[in-house]
Every structure is written in C-alpha cells, then in structure tokens.
C-alpha cells in the first residue's frame, strides 16, 4: 500500500469511528473537548486547521446539503467569510483561513524548538 492509499484508509477508518459515535450517541463533545485539550499542542493546532478545512469545504456552494445539514453550510459559510474579514482587515489577503492557521501552527512549532535548544 502506498502513502496515499494508506492516508486515505486512516481518514475513512477516524471518520467511521467519530461517525458511529456520534450516530449511537456514545461521543459526547465534553469528553471529546477534554481529551483533545490534553493533546500535544502541535496536535491540537492540527486539529484546529482540519476543522478549518472542513468549514471551508462546508461553505462552499457545491457542498452536497439539505435539510437535515443546511446549518452545517449556512454557519460555516458566515463563520469563513468572518475569518476572510478578519484577515483582510489585517492586510493578510493572499492567505486563506487554512493557510494562516497552518503558518501559526508552524511558526508556533519552530518557535517551541528553538527555545527547547
């Protein structure tokens, strides 16, 4: 198996685990919140930028949507164009939401090594 079809399984087999606990009830957001908040911190800036692509995806107008997701769509469209403002207004208009939070989780990740040195 090659390194993409091996991303691709890990992606399915975390979306399939997060997916039926959520379906069955069994994964409650204060547990989950919990146990990310005890993560390293680079992983949890990973996180935050997966939840930032995924938002960015949701926004999008060919996001498959309907009743039952509208809000997924709806709220996350509002909550990018905030980011894009935010952004703009700090003249940082050739990055993306994504972009920039990966250069924080970078820049927060060398700055953590260098003074670990």
């Known amino acids: 198996m090659d390194y993409e079809e091996n991303q691709k399984t890990v992606a399915k087999e975390t979306v399939k685990q ?14 989950f919140i919990e146990e990310m ?3 390293h911190r680079f992983l949890q800036g990973e996180f935050m930028n997966l939840i930032v692509l995924y938002m960015e995806d949701c926004a999008k ?8 997701n509208h809000f997924n769509h709806t709220a996350s469209k509002k909550m990018i164009d905030a ?13 993306k939401p994504s972009l920039f939070f990966n250069k924080i989780v970078t820049f927060s990740f060398l700055t953590f090594n260098i003074f670990m040195l």
């Open 37 to 39: 908040k005890r993560q």
């Open 18 to 31: 997060i997916a039926d606990g959520l379906n069955g009830g069994s994964l409650k957001a204060k547990f």
């Open 61 to 68: 107008e060919d996001f498959p949507y309907d009743a039952r």
């Open 83 to 95: 980011l894009y403002k935010i952004w703009q207004e700090r003249e940082l208009r050739r990055w």
